[in-house]
C-alpha cells in the first residue's frame, strides 16, 4: 500500500500567501495544492483514502457544491502528482502507517517546530477549516507531554536533523561494546529501534516537521557502520 506525508518548513511571503521551503528554496502552491499540503502536514494517509479525505474537507469548507466543482478527482491526482515532483509530498510503500512513517523518518532532514503564538492560531484556524473538530484543533495551544528520552532524542535533531547520521552513530556506538558478533549486532537492532520509536512519537506529537528526504542514505550508512564493527 501507498502513503503519503507532507515535506518541507511552511513559512509566508509579504503578501500572506503559503510558501513552502524546502531544499534551500520556497515554492508557491496553489489554493487547493496548500489545502492538501496543509492536510498532509504530521499526517500519513493512505493512497486510497486521501481523495475521500480532501473532498469531505472541502465539503466543510466551502460547501458540498463548491467542492463538487473542485473535487474532479483527476484534477485532484493531477495536483497531488505536482507536489510530489516539487518534492512537497514523499511517497512510500507499507503494509501499515507506522511501517511507512518508519521508514520515511529513517531517510529524512527533520527540524524541529517552533510555532509562535500567531502561528498556534493559524494551526487552530487550519484544523477548524480542515474538519479536524474543536477538540482537536485546541491541541494548537497546548503543548505535548515529553518524557526524558524524548526531550534528548528532541536536543539530539536540534543540533543535526539529519536522521540517517544518528542512526549510523547508534550502529557505531552499539557495535564498539565487547560482544560476539551476533549480540553486538542484536544490541545494535535494539538501538535502531529505541531510537526510531521515539522520533515516531515525537513525529505524532508535531515536535518536528520533515524538512528533506534523503534517497539511500540509511542504508549505506548503516552497512559500512556494522561492517565496521565485525
Known amino acids: 500500500m501507498k502513503w503519503y506525508t507532507a ?3 511552511k513559512t509566508k ?3 500572506g500567501r503559503l510558501l513552502v521551503k524546502i531544499g534551500g528554496q ?3 502552491l496553489t ?9 498532509l502536514t504530521w499526517s500519513v494517509c493512505a493512497e486510497n483514502r486521501i481523495y475521500s479525505q480532501m473532498y469531505r474537507v472541502l465539503c466543510i469548507t466551502f460547501g458540498e457544491e463548491k467542492a463538487t466543482e473542485w473535487a474532479d478527482e483527476e484534477d485532484f491526482l493531477f495536483c497531488l502528482r505536482r507536489l510530489k515532483k516539487r518534492g512537497l509530498v514523499a511517497e512510500c510503500d507499507g503494509t501499515s502507517k507506522e511501517e511507512a512513517l518508519w521508514f520515511l523518518l529513517s531517510k529524512s532532514v527533520v527540524s524541529p517546530a517552533r510555532d509562535s503564538l500567531f502561528e498556534r492560531l493559524g494551526a487552530f484556524a487550519d484544523d477548524l477549516a480542515l474538519g479536524k473538530g474543536l477538540k482537536i484543533a485546541l491541541r494548537a495551544f497546548k503543548s505535548p507531554v515529553l518524557t526524558y528520552e524524548e526531550r534528548m532524542v528532541l536536543q539530539q535533531i536540534a543540533g543535526n536533523g539529519y536522521v540517517p547520521y544518528h ?4 550502529t557505531r ?3 564498539a561494546v565487547p560482544l560476539s558478533v551476533e549480540e553486538r549486532k542484536n544490541v545494535q537492532n535494539q538501538a535502531l529501534q529505541k531510537f526510531m520509536q521515539i522520533l515516531v512519537s515525537l513525529f505524532k506529537k508535531k515536535q518536528f516537521v520533515i524538512s528533506c528526504i534523503k534517497e539511500g542514505g540509511l542504508l549505506e550508512e548503516k552497512e559500512e557502520m556494522e561492517n565496521m564493527a565485525v
Open 7 to 9: 515535506i518541507g518548513i
Open 13 to 15: 511571503d509579504d503578501e
Open 26 to 28: 520556497e515554492k508557491v
Open 31 to 39: 489554493e487547493i495544492e496548500a489545502m492538501l499540503w496543509a492536510a
Open 167 to 170: 542512526l549510523a552513530e547508534l
Open 173 to 175: 556506538q552499539a557495535g
